[in-house]
Nanobody, 125 residues
Framework: QVQLVQSGGGLVQAGDSLRLSCAAS????????MAWFRQAPGKEREFVAA???????YYADSVKGRFTISRGDSKSTVYLQMDTLKPEDTAVYYC???????????????????WGQGTQVTVSS
């Protein structure tokens, strides 16, 4: 069983950058696919980015070219570097982990077993 603790986030202006971190403990990190989701008020939780333990990464179209997911296996941490932030990126961001997720489900939040506590990102215009 893996536990996830997030850090980072905050209030920034449009065009700024932020980095979110998600530290995992309790199990072998490299066995897990890691992902970031976000949820804006009144909206469903949506996929942002994912990193499989194969090294492959996946992004939502809305963040492709602006956000980068990376994982430091030695530190059991996954990062989300967010550049050129826009007001529409404002949301609570969650990291997620799953050990056995298949590729076709990697964008589906209901398929992840483990979640971080969430962190607010607010981008002002």
């Amino acid at each position: 069983q893996v536990q996830l603790v997030q850090s980072g986030g905050g209030l920034v202006q449009a065009g700024d950058s932020l980095r979110l971190s998600c530290a995992a403990s309790g199990d072998t990190f490299r066995n897990y696919a890691m992902a970031w989701f976000r949820q804006a008020p009144g909206k469903e939780r949506e996929f942002v980015a994912a990193s499989r333990n194969t090294g492959h990464t996946y992004y939502a179209d809305s963040v492709k070219g602006r956000f980068t997911i990376s994982r430091g296996d030695s530190k059991s941490t996954v990062y989300l570097q967010m550049d050129t932030l826009k007001p529409e990126d404002t949301a609570v961001y969650y990291c997620a982990a799953d050990r056995g997720i298949i590729l076709s489900s990697i964008r589906n939040p209901t398929m992840y077993d483990h979640w971080g506590q969430g962190t607010q990102v607010t981008v002002s215009s």
